[in-house]
């Protein structure tokens, strides 16, 4: 990691000096004394050899600086070797994109794995809490009456559609249920929201 470092200040036209340098040291320092301390600095950043001094205030200060700037150096090669790895996984993924991937998939494991977001239906089918049980029961009462009964198979396919639907908009998934109800319809449908509006749901693991 040494060796790294030397390259990435030495490879830099420039380095920081932050601006409490100057309440903290330079300010308490004689002229001759801070000429001293940017001498050793630049000479360093510019060999990686630091200038020896009789003076042990100059000692103290330069060794403080000195740190700073190999620990600089330290984060900018920690984020560069970062950023080409994301480059080798086709770069960092879109915002949006991550949030929605995330969503979906706490919201599969909640649905399936949490007891604490779950509950049953009159037919003790396992649901996510964020469907209104009247409402699902509404849509099984529905298929049995038009001759499409719900099976547990069948069930646990409609549960994984509403759960795509709620990860994109909080009550989509009882909107969708309630609009398969008043249409008679089998299937369950993702509910037609406006491009410029955007919502977030107030469960915790929906949004995460």
């Given amino acids: 990691m040494e060796e790294e470092i030397k390259k990435e200040i030495i490879g830099k036209a420039g380095f920081p000096l932050y601006v ?20 050793i600095i630049f000479h360093f950043n510019i060999n990686f050899e ?23 150096a330290q984060k900018r090669i920690k984020q560069s070797k970062a950023s080409r790895a994301n480059g080798l996984l086709g770069g960092r993924p879109r915002k949006n994109e991550a949030n929605t991937s ?17 509950s049953k239906d009159d037919c003790g089918i396992i649901i996510p809490d964020f469907i209104d049980v009247k409402t699902w029961n509404n849509f ?36 969708s249920l309630q609009n398969s109800i008043a ?9 037609k929201t406006s491009n410029n509006y955007q919502s977030q749901s107030p469960l915790g693991w929906l949004n995460k």
């Fill in 183 to 191: 249409g008679g319809y089998q299937g369950l449908f993702e509910p």
């Fill in 140 to 175: 099984v009462k529905m298929r049995s009456e038009i001759k499409k009964p719900i099976t547990n198979s069948i069930a646990k396919a409609c549960v994984e559609k509403l759960i795509n639907f709620e990860s994109k908009k909080i009550g989509n998934a009882n909107l």
């Fill in 50 to 72: 630091v200038l020896r001094s009789d003076d042990l205030a100059v000692k103290m200060v330069i060794n403080t600086i000195i740190d700073n700037l190999k620990r600089d």
């Fill in 20 to 39: 409490d340098y100057w309440e903290k040291y330079f300010s308490q320092m004689s002229d001759k004394q801070v000429k001293e301390c940017l001498k």
């Fill in 102 to 118: 995330k969503s979906k998939q706490k919201a599969t494991k909640s649905a399936g794995n949490n007891s604490k977001n779950e």
